[in-house]
């Protein structure tokens, strides 16, 4: 069974950073590609950002490009996110999934997700 565990969210100011980290288990890693997706209140799923299992290339939505950065290490089984710059909007539930994803197609999510709000 695959399973993916999100981790890392919390309260922080606007212009404050954070690190999602997504621990991956029952799935061989490192063949696949994967993506963070974030739904905030009240709204639907947004892709955000996803990052290739063969080379690592990275792909970011617009609204996160130049402050949101992905990344993976492999032999940790594990996916991160760091968030910069962070804004009001940004605040939502973000999750992992497999699959890199775009902004026209969000992967099915597999984990609980992890809250960010970005308020002072």
């Known amino acids: 069974e695959v399973r993916l565990v999100e981790s890392g969210g919390g309260l922080v100011q606007p212009g404050g950073s954070l690190r999602l980290s997504c621990a991956a288990s029952?799935?061989?890693?490192?063949?696949?590609?994967m993506s963070w997706v974030r739904q905030a209140p009240g709204k639907g799923l947004e892709w955000v950002s996803g990052i290739s299992a063969i080379d690592g290339g990275t792909t970011y939505a617009d609204y996160v490009k130049g402050r949101f950065t992905i990344s993976r290490d492999n032999a940790k089984n594990t996916l991160f996110l760091q968030m910069d710059n962070l804004n009001p909007e940004d605040t939502a539930v973000y999750y992992c999934a497999t699959g890199v994803g775009s902004q026209s197609y969000v992967p099915p999510l597999r984990g609980q997700g992890t809250q960010v709000t970005v308020s002072s």
């Open positions: 029952g799935l061989f890693f490192s063949a696949y590609g």
